[in-house]
Nanobody
Framework: QVQLVESGGGSVRAGGSLRLSCAASQYTYYMAWFRQAPGKEREGVAAISHGSSDFLYADSVRGRFIISRDVITHTMDLEMNNLKPEDTAMYYC??????????????????WGQGTQVTVSS
């Protein structure tokens, strides 16, 4: 069982930046960030493969968010820039073995963190 713990959420004004971090208890092949706003479905934000050679970004965050990971320390970060009010959500770290390929589909991820809140005010 892989344990995932997120940190780094908070409140920021529009145009500001935040950096989220996820610490995993052990290595997993794929890692990703998802988010869920009240009343909305969970959506994929960004995903990264084992050697950081492959990335996926949601259209809504491409060019503003950067995902990265360190396979030695089992950590993953999400640098979020030029934040917008519509980025407000609970952000979740997720991890998966090498089964489904790199994807932003939540059903393909096995392990989940408890989430960290990001609030962007206008």
């Amino acid at each position: 069982q892989v344990q995932l713990v997120e940190s780094g959420g908070g409140s920021v004004r529009a145009g500001g930046s935040l950096r989220l971090s996820c610490a995993a208890s052990q290595y997993t092949y794929y890692m990703a960030w998802f988010r869920q706003a009240p009343g909305k479905e969970r959506e994929g934000v960004a995903a990264i493969s084992h050697g950081s050679s492959d990335f996926l970004y949601a259209d809504s965050v491409r060019g503003r968010f950067i995902i990265s990971r360190d396979v030695i320390t089992h950590t993953m970060d999400l640098e979020m820039n030029n934040l917008k009010p519509e980025d407000t959500a609970m952000y979740y770290c997720a991890a998966a073995p090498d089964t489904w390929g790199l994807t932003l589909r939540p059903q393909n991820y096995t392990y989940w963190g408890q989430g960290t809140q990001v609030t962007v005010s206008s």
